[in-house]
């Protein structure tokens, strides 16, 4: 197990919401509206970043409250438990405050606890976004294995800010500025670059080992948006500065990448492909993740969690039973949300149930 004694203060729709006795499968089910997908974007809340909605913190304290927000768990890691919180203090409105056994932490600092990855209903149109969507999912993938990649993730972006402020200046930057940003940009967008290229050459190899059914195979490939050695980038940077002064921005670096993403046996871009083939490339790959992390060696591996919203709605009898069965076959805790248990009937036994309901959790023996 990996999280448990899991408590949710003034969030959303939950105004004390306790969960306990977790196992390796975990079953929220309730009407739509409920709370159950508010549950996982809680616990989405203990990797660094914005959490599996992507929203800010002010639209997470429950209405009517006094403005703030908890959400606490306890983690079962290698040396014993570790209390991990999260939340925003009414009084420090926008400013996200995380501990680690009562120890006010940096939120990057999660990642070095915790592997956390996620599928979600409005995931489904990732394909169909633009490459800033696909860029966001691939450092999700990455940040899994690496916790250090949220920290060069946040350098990157800052310096690249601060470049396109200078770029969009009424007088000319010094270029003495500019060496100095463009260097940071080189060293942190190589440690981002490199990792995505590489996480993508494990997903793609991961990939080419499972069967083409049930879940349609894709074939992934990296594009990057520029060099990708430190060096090369930086040089890259210096010789494009009259170009993106005239542009205002940065037109060349690892915030310009593309994850590629085509329909195995059919050579189809996955954006043309239908629905529900989108759907079961994108199922493919989240459990490829998976399946590689449990693989991959790890000096200190992390507990691991996957996070499924509504993933088993739009599957069929024989997908359903492959979704399990490959979950079944990996080490991560996982959470399930469905509007009803029926379709969970061949996990029902092995799970720890809860009835979610107007923002309250009851436990279902």
Sequence with gaps: MALDRILLTDFRNHRETGIEGTARFNLLYGENGAGKTNVLEAISLFAPGRGLR???L???????????FAVSAELAASGGSV???????AHRPGRRVVHVNQAETPATQLAEWLSIGWL????DRLFSEGASARRRFLDRLVLAA??????????????????NQLLSSPSSPEASWLDA???????AGSAVGGARAEMVEHLQETLATLPESPFARPSLSYQPGGPIAPDELASALAAGRSRDRA????????????????????????????????????????????????????????PRLLLLDEVAAHLDPVRREALFDRLREGSAQVWLTGTESAPFAAI?????????????????D
């Design 348 to 364: 029902e036994s092995e799970a720890a149930v809860w009835r979610v309901s107007g923002g309250a959790v009851e436990r279902v």
């Design 146 to 163: 690496d916790p250090n990649h949220a920290r060069q993730a946040t350098r990157l972006e800052k310096a690249i800010r601060e470049r």
């Design 54 to 56: 992507r929203a800010t």
């Design 83 to 89: 209390r991990l919180g999260t939340g925003m203090e």
């Design 120 to 123: 979600t209903p409005a995931m």
């Design 247 to 302: 542009a205002q921005r940065t037109l060349t670096g690892p915030h310009r990448d593309e994850l590629l993403v085509t329909m195995a046996g059919k050579g189809q871009p996955a954006s043309d492909c239908s629905t529900g083939e989108q759907k079961a490339m994108l199922i493919a790959i989240v459990l490829a993740h998976s399946q590689w992390l449990q693989s991959a060696s790890s000096e200190r591996p992390r």
């Design 181 to 187: 940003i463009e260097t940071q940009i080189a060293e």
């Design 58 to 68: 002010a639209d997470m304290p429950a209405q009517g409250r006094n403005g703030g």
